[in-house]
């Protein structure tokens, strides 16, 4: 079936040449991510239609433009709920897009609240606190070392070798610092020693499945002891990945086990990632879930995923739009 899909995006030229900076826009897609997305789409024997930003869609949308699905990325710029906004606009106008609804988009980009609807799901996780104000740090009631992080952001930012506390009395003034560079609340968690994965899903409720995990490993160029945003920046030089397959390791058989009930208790849907970090015992416990995962294909954790099982790019973008288009209402 050839559908005319909408592409939405945040364009990091764009906003680059609006004079935001190099960090504000870390999040947004390059233009060769959208190219590579548009040509997949027509290699799937698509119609590709790019959309472009939220204001974008909007204005579309109220000139009367319609498409039978949108393949979604944007990431939104102002709120808590940036990346419901293009969402929301969608199901107003009841066009199927990609990648999970408004509720959960908004849940999973505050870090807190993501944890404690999978701490009280039985989802393991580490203890946490979020810290509206460097005051508020006095209420952890766990010991050092800490690892703190800003509560609502992506692609590493805030994070760097400065987030890793190893006394007490350095976590408020540290808090304090960090609340007032990124303009938000900031999550306190013990730093958790043990091995990092990264955990592809595919997939919608019953139907998701664990792809593939890579488990990060910094090399000796990398900023010490986290995934920082430097690191991620530049992983080519900095950072390796090694891939597991299933029953290759119970570490990781146990990684996904946890990351696919993560995603399944969140209503998380098509495709993404959760992140995974062990703890001193080596038990792996959830950290976080993108379910907005970057896609550009060489540079994006997911494909990168997708790359070392050696499943094509254009598998993975045709199994998103497949699980997406399921959501698309049969007319008579």
Same mark, same amino acid.
């Given at each position: 079936?050839?559908?005319?899909? &909408?592409?939405?995006?945040?364009?990091?030229?764009?906003?680059?040449?609006? &004079?935001?900076?190099?960090?504000?826009?870390?999040? +947004?897609?390059?233009?060769?991510?959208?190219?590579?997305?548009?040509?997949?789409?027509?290699?799937?024997?698509?119609?590709?239609?790019?959309?472009?930003?939220?204001?974008?869609?909007?204005?579309?949308?109220?000139?009367?433009?319609?498409?039978?699905?949108? +393949?979604?990325?944007?990431?939104?710029?102002?709120?808590?709920?940036?990346?419901?906004?293009?969402?929301?606009?969608?199901?107003?106008?009841?066009?199927?897009?990609?990648?999970?609804?408004?509720?959960?988009?908004?849940?999973?980009?505050?870090?807190?609240?993501?944890?404690?609807?999978?701490?009280?799901?039985?989802?393991?996780?580490?203890?946490?606190?979020?810290?509206?104000?460097?005051?508020?740090?006095?209420?952890?009631?766990?010991?050092?070392?800490?690892?703190?992080?800003?509560?609502?952001?992506?692609?590493?930012?805030?994070?760097?070798?400065?987030?890793?506390?190893?006394?007490?009395?350095?976590?408020?003034?540290?808090?304090?610092?960090? $609340?007032? $560079?990124?303009?938000?609340?900031?999550?306190?968690?013990?730093?958790?020693?043990?091995?990092? +994965?990264?955990?592809?899903?595919?997939?919608?409720?019953?139907?998701?499945?664990?792809? &593939?995990?890579?488990?990060?490993?910094?090399?000796?160029?990398?900023?010490?002891?986290?995934?920082?945003?430097?690191?991620?920046?530049?992983?080519?030089?900095?950072?390796?990945?090694?891939? +597991?397959?299933?029953?290759?390791?119970?570490?990781?058989?146990?990684?996904?086990?946890?990351?696919?009930?993560?995603?399944?208790?969140?209503?998380?849907?098509?495709?993404?990632?959760?992140?995974?970090?062990?703890?001193?015992?080596?038990?792996?416990?959830?950290?976080?879930?993108?379910?907005?995962?970057? $896609?550009?294909?060489?540079?994006?954790?997911?494909?990168?995923?997708?790359?070392?099982?050696?499943?094509?790019?254009?598998?993975?973008?045709?199994?998103?739009?497949?699980?997406?288009?399921?959501?698309?209402?049969?007319?008579?």
């Amino acid at each position: 079936m050839t559908l005319t899909i &909408g592409l939405t995006y945040d364009l990091r030229s764009e906003y680059l040449a609006l &004079g935001y900076t190099e960090l504000e826009t870390a999040e +947004f897609d390059r233009d060769d991510t959208i190219t590579a997305i548009e040509g997949a789409l027509g290699e799937l024997g698509h119609r590709a239609e790019r959309i472009g930003n939220g204001r974008q869609l909007a204005a579309a949308l109220v000139a009367g433009r319609r498409w039978d699905l949108v +393949f979604n990325i944007a990431e939104g710029l102002h709120g808590i709920g940036r990346e419901a906004q293009v969402p929301a606009l969608l199901d107003l106008y009841e066009i199927p897009y990609t990648f999970s609804d408004p509720l959960v988009m908004s849940l999973t980009l505050h870090k807190g609240m993501t944890k404690r609807i999978v701490r009280d799901a039985g989802v393991p996780t580490s203890d946490f606190h979020v810290a509206e104000t460097g005051a508020d740090a006095e209420g952890v009631g766990f010991g050092p070392p800490y690892f703190i992080k800003p509560v609502a952001e992506g692609t590493g930012k805030g994070i760097s070798p400065a987030s890793i506390l190893r006394d007490r009395a350095e976590l408020a003034p540290a808090c304090d610092r960090m $609340i007032r $560079i990124h303009r938000q609340a900031v999550i306190i968690e013990p730093y958790l020693p043990g091995r990092e +994965f990264t955990v592809g899903i595919l997939g919608t409720g019953a139907s998701a499945r664990a792809l &593939g995990t890579i488990e990060v490993h910094l090399r000796e160029t990398a900023e010490p002891g986290v995934y920082s945003y430097v690191n991620k920046a530049q992983f080519e030089e900095r950072v390796f990945y090694r891939l +597991f397959r299933p029953g290759e390791d119970p570490v990781v058989d146990r990684a996904e086990a946890v990351s696919l009930s993560a995603w399944k208790v969140l209503g998380c849907r098509d495709a993404g990632r959760i992140d995974i970090r062990c703890d001193a015992d080596g038990r792996p416990l959830f950290m976080e879930v993108n379910p907005l995962a970057g $896609i550009h294909p060489h540079h994006s954790d997911l494909p990168i995923i997708c790359k070392h099982l050696g499943f094509p790019y254009l598998s993975l973008i045709q199994t998103i739009v497949d699980s997406a288009a399921s959501r698309i209402r049969k007319t008579a």
